[in-house]
């Protein structure tokens, strides 16, 4: 839990908390494309997510 909560300990940060979402989702899109024998380029997932993740945080902070 200390990955994605803020220095309280308890409650959920909203960025590291979608980081983390976004590197599962990641890890498992990569896991289904070697089972299934599709391809899957994770580098350009990561561009995608870095930019929706950028995204938000910049909405939260400007939104405060």
């Known amino acids: 839990m200390e990955l994605i909560t803020g220095d309280s300990g308890l409650v959920l940060e909203p960025a590291y908390f979608w980081s983390a979402v976004a590197?599962?989702?990641?890890l498992g899109l990569?896991?289904?494309?070697?089972?299934?024998?599709?391809t899957f380029d994770f580098q350009g997932y990561g561009v995608g997510a870095l930019?929706?993740?950028?995204?938000?945080g910049l909405s939260a902070?400007?939104?405060k």
């Open 30 to 38: 990569e896991i289904y494309s070697v089972v299934y024998g599709k």
């Open 61 to 63: 902070k400007f939104g």
């Open 23 to 26: 590197i599962v989702v990641g």
């Open 51 to 56: 930019g929706l993740l950028s995204g938000l």
